[in-house]
């Protein structure tokens, strides 16, 4: 027996190492995510990425094909 838990002892046990594992894999997410951009390109904070926003000014007219090919060869 579980001394004198009984089934209640196993639920317990299981939802501790649910948690526990739960913990470990979002903790591990959490660190290898830090920093990266999603994968539409926006950063994580939400900023867009400066492809987007050289895309944006090309779209707008406010930069040429050249100067747009220019930056994008920078980037």
């Known amino acids: 027996?579980?001394?004198g838990f009984g089934g209640v002892?196993?639920?317990f046990m299981v939802l501790f190492w649910g948690a526990?594992?739960?913990g470990g894999v979002w903790l591990v997410k959490t660190?290898?995510?830090a920093g990266q951009p999603?994968?539409?390109g926006t950063a994580v904070?939400?900023?867009p990425s400066a492809r987007e926003i050289?895309?944006?000014r090309y779209a707008r007219?406010?930069?040429s094909r050249e100067e747009y090919e220019q930056i994008k060869a920078d980037l």
Request: no cysteine; glycine share 12%; aromatic share 8%.
């Open 1 to 3: 027996m579980m001394a």
């Open 9 to 11: 002892g196993i639920i």
């Open 20 to 22: 526990l594992i739960f």
């Open 31 to 33: 660190i290898f995510n």
């Open 38 to 40: 999603h994968l539409n």
């Open 45 to 47: 904070h939400g900023q």
């Open 54 to 56: 050289l895309d944006q």
């Open 61 to 63: 007219g406010e930069i």
